[in-house]
């Protein structure tokens, strides 16, 4: 059976051919889509976790217990769940774990370009990279095997296109793995010094074993078209390089990354006259070679560039100096369209309000609302990552209060941000007692992702199962919180006043904005809660406007000012009736629409 899927579906496709128990994840771009494939596969234990170090601690006690099991997350999803993923690979497995990350050259999402096939060196663990959907199955069904065979997780590194890149996929039955029986053994999985410095003895045998198979899987191969000039590539870039050069070179086209094949490596080099190596990111196979004694005949870095995708305009335009030819046209008719926040979103009330504070520093974190740093709210000063704005902004207000200055920090973010790492740091300012102002933007889902449930949400990952709901300001209380309020940011005045009052305050403080995201609004799951929302439009009088745009400020992509009558005007087919130009505009021209 065929089927065409992307990246993402293939390799959940594949796990569950190689018959995966249990699936956890945190959402990412360009990730998510694995975990969301999983969950139509009613065999699997499919789950979204408040954060990608849970996700993988569940994966590893799952694959301890004797299932199959696997973790997926975004490059920089790695970064928090590092803590665990080392001693992982020194403990080892008892049903085989694959670890999925999807890096992003090219920063399409994301506030960095890492390059995360450096935690398969760092942590000493096997990685694979497929270079298409089939090999994504494939893969990930042999991941498994070496997982198990190895004693060890294995890392699937994808990236952008090969996540998101569709192809033909032949699939096949799931394998019914049975779950392994489970034996007590503390001196394979407790990692206390004496233990586990047998357990690092182990693992150097456990790698020279996976550098034996790393020579002999058919994931390694040299395609020798009887070339005096190679190309060495792995991932996607073997996609690139082929739309490229086709049979004009030799290839060593590399799947099975770490250990790297060194053997192979030499023989495919030796006798070439030039050896393209085409790696997005970092030089790891370039220097790799080096280190083999071909730094003469290898072109690495010093013509690719260092940062970004090595798309095949890329590489033809590095090697030939030539790209493909294209349709002209006048750039200067283009206009640029930045992203905006939706017509109706809930965060627009509150950062047109933020964004009018003088001597505020806003500390923001990772979501739909980082685009409040932009015009017209310029209502945010930092973005680091996931849930830094609270702990990040305690440490500013730290600096201000000391140098005795008069600035304030409001500090940002979401609702699946605060359960995935906020809630530690709101207890660093509530602990330390911080003169921040805490701001939870409860849309309630995922937003930014795709709409993902999360523990606010009170739906499991397959959006179909009532879950235990976990209410933000209960949890806010738990932790030490006293001084809480609960608004709708679609309320400017209200707003207003509660930003007073939290800026009045000389200690921690916390504002939790509540209101659907504009997307959710043909969904059942607030309808009890919020009944009237989303349930009108507004229009603007005519007679009344004076075109001052002064509701442009608003910032809402349903709003515009006709070329013709210079007055304001509201796309009926965008606006949703959230209320804030209404309030924004002085002349009263903006009105709720009457049928």
């Known amino acids: 059976m065929k089927k065409l899927l992307t990246g993402n579906e293939a390799l959940a496709r594949g796990a569950w051919e190689a018959g995966v128990h249990f699936a956890s994840a945190y959402p990412g771009t360009p990730s998510t889509e694995i975990l969301e494939n999983m969950t139509t596969y009613k065999e699997v234990i499919s789950e979204w976790a408040p954060n990608e170090k849970v996700a993988l601690e569940a994966a590893v006690g799952a694959a301890i217990a004797g299932g199959r099991s696997m973790a997926s997350m975004k490059h920089v999803g790695l970064n928090v769940a590092a803590d665990p993923l080392f001693t992982f690979v020194y403990q080892g497995v008892n049903g085989g774990c694959v670890v999925i990350t999807a890096d992003e050259p090219g920063q399409h999402s994301s506030q960095n370009e890492q390059d995360n096939r450096n ?102 191969r040299i395609e020798d078209n009887g070339k005096k000039v190679g190309v060495v590539v792995s991932g996607m870039c073997y996609c690139f390089a082929k739309e490229v050069f086709g049979d004009t070179v030799n290839y060593l086209k590399l799947g099975f990354t770490h250990p790297l094949p060194e053997k192979m490596m030499t023989k495919f080099c030796t006798g070439l006259e030039k050896v393209y190596v085409i790696e997005e990111n970092d030089p790891i196979l370039e220097q790799a070679l080096q280190r083999l004694g071909f730094a003469d005949i290898v072109v690495g870095k010093s013509l690719f560039p260092k940062y970004d995708e090595l798309t095949s305009d890329v590489i033809r335009k590095c090697v030939t100096g030539k790209v493909l030819e294209s349709i002209e046209y006048d750039h200067k008719d283009i206009v640029n369209r930045p992203p905006a926040l939706c017509a109706g979103c809930p965060h627009r009330g509150f950062f047109y309000e933020l964004g009018k504070r003088k001597n505020v520093m806003v500390t923001g974190d990772i979501g739909c609302y980082t685009l409040a740093f932009a015009p017209p709210y310029n209502a945010m000063d930092t973005a680091t990552c996931m849930g830094a704005s609270f702990s990040s902004g305690h440490g500013a207000a730290k600096i201000f209060d000391k140098a005795g200055s008069d600035y304030r920090v409001v500090s940002v973010l979401g609702d699946s941000t605060f359960f995935h790492s906020g809630m530690t740091s ?32 009170g739906k499991l990952a397959d959006g179909t199962t009532d879950a235990t709901m976990l209410d933000i300001e209960t949890v806010c209380r738990a932790l030490g919180a006293k001084n809480i309020k609960t608004i709708d940011p679609n309320n400017l005045k209200l707003v207003k006043e509660t930003l007073d009052w939290a800026l009045g305050l000389d200690g921690p403080s916390v504002i939790i904005t509540k209101y659907p995201c504009v997307l959710k609004k043909f969904s059942e799951d607030d309808k ?23 509701c442009l400020k608003s910032g809402c992509p349903a709003l515009f000012l006709n070329r013709d009558t210079k007055k304001a005007e509201i796309d009926p087919l965008q606006c949703v009736g959230c209320g804030v130009c209404e309030q924004i505009c002085g002349q009263k021209a903006i009105r709720k629409e009457t049928k």
């Open 119 to 220: 935690y398969a060196i760092a942590a000493k663990m096997p990685m694979m990279e497929p270079s298409t959907s089939q090999e994504a199955k494939d893969f990930m069904m042999e991941a498994f095997e070496v997982s198990e065979k190895f004693d060890i997780p294995v890392l699937m590194r994808m990236t952008t296109r090969g996540c998101h890149s569709k192809g033909i996929v032949e699939c096949g039955d799931r394998k019914e793995v049975p779950i392994k029986e489970y034996h007590k053994d503390v001196t394979k999985y407790v990692t206390v010094p004496a233990n586990a410095k047998k357990m690092r003895i182990k693992l150097e045998d456990k790698l020279a074993g996976l550098l034996e198979y790393s020579e002999s899987t058919p994931m390694n």
């Open 426 to 457: 709101l207890t660093e300012c509530i602990y330390n007692n911080s003169k921040t102002v805490s701001v939870i933007l409860d849309n309630r889902i995922t937003g930014m992702t795709g709409h993902q449930q999360n523990p606010g949400s």
């Open 528 to 550: 009890n809660k919020f009944p009237n929302a989303y349930k009108s439009k507004d229009v603007v009088d005519a007679d009344k406007c004076v075109g001052c745009k002064f």
